[in-house]
């Protein structure tokens, strides 16, 4: 084989290489930290984690931008009236094709991830970063929290700047195990005292490997055609 064979298959050989140490930047695929708000359920700018009782997990829908969908990074806002070191801190990631307490399907589901940090220490407002290992999540999906402090917890914003959510979050009832959808804005207060949704949370993604795996493949063809001058 000739020298010039052998660079032009060393050319071939080039995409198949790149394909395994391909990194990418993450990007912001969801954004609610822009505006803090508070009201009738949060008047400190926060909704504390044992609000119903200790460890009752409480999840948020949100609705993805973009196209990036491998979750990298999670980093949720919290917020105290005191300093304070919380235990732990759950977060998973749920599809929501669970079924809540009326048997319709749109709760917490299906598990996707789910990590815990530990002696979290909080003064004020907060940021705790979850790193996620490149967990795979549909353009809609449920974060879920379980902590225990009644003097901080999630941080409330309103209105994302990327990507959207709803007026509403997910409890999960303890002495029946069924989740219930709750309105940000639902009785005694129906007015604008109530913070119109958001816990405040931002997530970083990246694409899924298949982007650039069909980049390097595409790069391939193309030298194979040259390396045998058509």
Do not use: K
């Not at 949060?42 to 460890?55: E, K, L």
């Not at 759950?90 to 669970?98: A, F, I, Q």
């Not at 967990?135 to 990507?163: C, E, H, K, M, Y």
């Amino acid at each position: 084989m000739n020298r010039s064979i052998r660079a032009r298959m060393g050319l071939l050989l080039l995409p198949w290489t790149m394909v395994g140490p391909l990194t990418y930047a993450q990007t912001v695929v969801y954004d609610n930290t822009s505006t803090p708000t508070s009201g009738y359920w949060a008047p400190n700018g926060f909704w504390p984690f044992s609000y119903y009782s200790p460890y009752e997990p409480t999840g948020y829908q949100v609705n993805l931008s973009g196209t990036d969908r491998l979750v990298t990074r999670f980093d949720l806002l919290l917020s105290s009236s005191q300093p304070t070191t919380i235990t732990s801190i759950s977060l998973g990631l749920y599809m929501p094709d669970g079924y809540d307490g009326d048997g319709f399907q749109w709760a917490p589901g299906t598990l996707l991830w789910s990590g815990t940090s530990t002696d979290v220490s909080v003064n004020g407002l907060t940021t705790l970063t979850f790193s996620v290992p490149r967990v795979a999540v549909p353009d809609t999906f449920i974060w879920v929290i379980r902590a225990d402090s009644n003097v901080a917890g999630l941080a409330t914003f309103n209105p994302p700047t990327v990507g959207s959510s709803d007026d509403y979050y997910w409890d999960l009832d303890g002495p029946s195990g069924q989740w219930w959808a709750q309105d940000f804005s639902c009785p005694p207060d129906y007015t604008t005292q109530s913070p119109y949704a958001s816990f405040g949370a931002e997530i970083w993604a990246v694409p899924e490997p298949a982007t650039g795996s069909l980049l390097a493949l595409g790069l391939l063809g193309l030298l194979r055609r040259r390396a045998h001058g058509t």
